[in-house]
């Protein structure tokens, strides 16, 4: 579905996006996962074919986006990081008018439209004003909107950043079902627990470039351990050196010390026996995010 | 085809949001020329026309009202495609849901004006019902206004919107309305015939696309059309709009295209 080797985005100077290779089959769910600035945002752009490739190959549908830009664009369903919903019109012309850009009439895009809203718990706000709508509720109309040209290819920039925990896993549990649908999808996030739930294979992209690839728990073998110990102190911080030998990898944090180990159980007696009494201990089983930090760093990117 | 279709696919988006607000605009369309019409043709032109040296020799009103529709056109074309496509862009960002389907950035541009003439077109037809109920248009080639309106929207309008979609900061386009739009109302022969100003401005407005559009508009509706001058101002409304549309399918790419 997606095919790019050597893939570059300038912005003047600025390289965002720094030759990227990337395959994404039929029935995928693939991620992107990355730190702000990455360069995730002008990945999709490209494959969105709204955005020229500065530099390399690059194939969407089998299609090359400088020559067939709109034909690609036909076949995908988009949903951008900002909602672009308008905001004076109804629910249902939101995704009408949207319809209609696709060509589509307006006889087939009744039943259609009743349908995807119906998909996405819309249904009873059919004839209201977008704009009162709540976060999540946008967010899902947006993925309504999306799907209204039954897309080959969907793609979603950031889907639920700035939505409560309820609203994400509303939209988690619709995107869920897609992907059980066998719609092929490409997600970027900066949610390590969005990228587990979604994701069969994903990216780590860091300063415009692929840092590690594999799926979550590949991902997690590779770069972390099974588990891992995060131990706090009281006030007295136990001196450097203390927890040689006691984890496969220690890292050592201004508030806490994570010890990264493949039992965690056997870990934290271990220290408990260097008579380290830590104020609290936690035994947690790794995740993608211990993999991202261990990957693209500790430092804020802003 | 597609070339034809697509653009009206985004008109259509205009069209939508129109709906909610037309009725609003339509009783603007009416009130404005009958308030606009009442003070200058009627008021200050019985005041002009008793000194008895009246521009072009006709009736004040005469003169004045073909002017007033004229402007209006500039008016309501400079507003249309000023503060909307930079909200398209910045604010509700239409635009980035346009382009994100088949539709290109010159779809997305040209079904955006065609709305902006739509919106010129009915303020334009409203213009001449009015100024015909007072009287003021004495040939019925005063209908070809309307058309006209239409091309000196089409002047400001395409150039206007190169640059609203250029430019990131909403204050330049009060600076423009103060210092030029507000000027050319004012001093580009709507009002008085600009033979009457200092060399240098008199130049000055015969470069303003909208003096070119007055003089087309009197001429129309007095019924003194001569065909050398009617073309060629109609030649140089359609050169603006045709240079702003070429500026602004560039901006447009530019700017949506990154």
């Known amino acids: 579905m997606i095919h790019a080797r050597g893939l570059v985005k300038r912005f003047g100077e600025l390289v965002a996006v720094d030759g990227i290779d990337l395959d994404v089959k039929q029935g995928e769910a693939f991620g992107f996962l990355g730190p702000n600035g990455a360069g995730k945002s002008s990945t999709m752009r490209m494959i969105g074919c709204v955005s020229p490739v500065s530099e390399g190959t690059l194939r969407i549908l089998g299609q090359d986006p400088a020559e067939h830009g709109p034909q690609i664009r036909a076949r995908l369903g988009v949903v951008p990081q900002q909602d672009t919903l308008d905001f004076e019109l109804t629910v249902r012309e939101n995704v009408l008018i949207y319809g209609r850009y696709f060509g589509l009439s307006r006889r087939e895009l009744k039943p259609r439209i009743d349908e995807l809203l119906d998909f996405v718990q819309l249904t009873e706000r059919a004839g209201d004003k977008v704009e009162p709508l709540s976060g999540g509720m946008k967010r899902r109309l947006t993925i309504a909107r999306s799907l209204v040209n039954d897309p080959d290819l969907l793609l979603l920039d950031e889907p639920t950043t700035g939505l409560d925990p309820q609203a994400r896993h509303v939209v988690w549990d619709r995107l869920f079902r897609l992907k059980q649908q066998g719609k092929t999808f490409v997600v970027t996030t900066h949610y390590m627990d969005e990228a587990e739930q979604l994701c069969d294979r994903l990216v780590v992209m860091d300063h415009g470039a692929i840092v590690a690839e594999g799926s979550p728990w590949q991902l997690i073998q590779r770069y972390s351990t099974r588990e891992v110990v995060e131990v706090r102190f009281e006030d007295e911080r136990p001196q450097n050196g203390v927890f040689e030998g006691a984890a496969e990898r220690i890292e050592e944090l201004p508030d806490r010390v994570l010890l990264y180990t493949r039992d965690g159980d056997a870990t934290a007696s271990a220290i408990a026996e260097r008579g380290l009494p830590p104020h609290s201990t936690l035994i947690r089983r790794s995740t993608l995010e211990d993999v991202f930090l261990h990957l693209t760093g500790r430092t804020l990117v802003d | ?258």
């Open chain 2, 1 to 258: 085809m597609e070339s034809v279709l697509q653009p009206l696919r985004a008109y259509e988006h205009w069209l939508a949001q129109y709906k909610r607000v037309w009725r609003g605009t339509i009783g603007t369309s009416l009130v404005n020329p009958i308030l606009y019409v009442t003070a200058l043709g009627v008021g200050l032109g019985t005041i002009v026309d008793q000194t008895q040296n009246a521009p072009a020799g006709v009736p004040y009103l005469d003169y004045v009202a073909p002017g007033l529709l004229a402007a209006a056109a500039m008016q309501t074309a400079s507003i249309e495609s000023s503060w909307p496509v930079m909200g398209a862009i910045k604010w509700t960002r239409v635009y980035y849901a346009m382009i994100a389907t088949p539709l290109n950035e010159r779809d997305v541009f040209v079904g955006h004006q065609l709305f902006v003439i739509t919106r010129i077109f009915t303020s334009a037809a409203a213009y001449l019902v009015v100024i015909t109920a007072f009287g003021a248009v004495s040939s019925w080639w005063g209908i070809l206004t309307v058309p006209a309106a239409v091309l000196i929207g089409t002047a400001f309008s395409t150039p206007l919107a190169a640059l609203a979609a250029a430019i990131e900061d909403e204050r330049t386009f009060v600076t423009i309305f103060r210092f030029l739009i507000v000027p050319m109302f004012l001093f580009s022969g709507t009002f008085f015939p600009v033979s009457q100003l200092p060399l240098a401005f008199e130049l000055a407005a015969y470069v303003t696309p909208i003096w070119h559009g007055v003089e087309l508009c009197r001429m129309l509706t007095l019924g003194t059309v001569e065909v050398g001058p009617a073309l060629g101002h109609t030649a140089y409304l359609l050169g603006w709009t045709l240079v702003g549309f070429e500026l602004a399918r560039r901006s447009y790419r530019r700017r949506l295209l990154g």
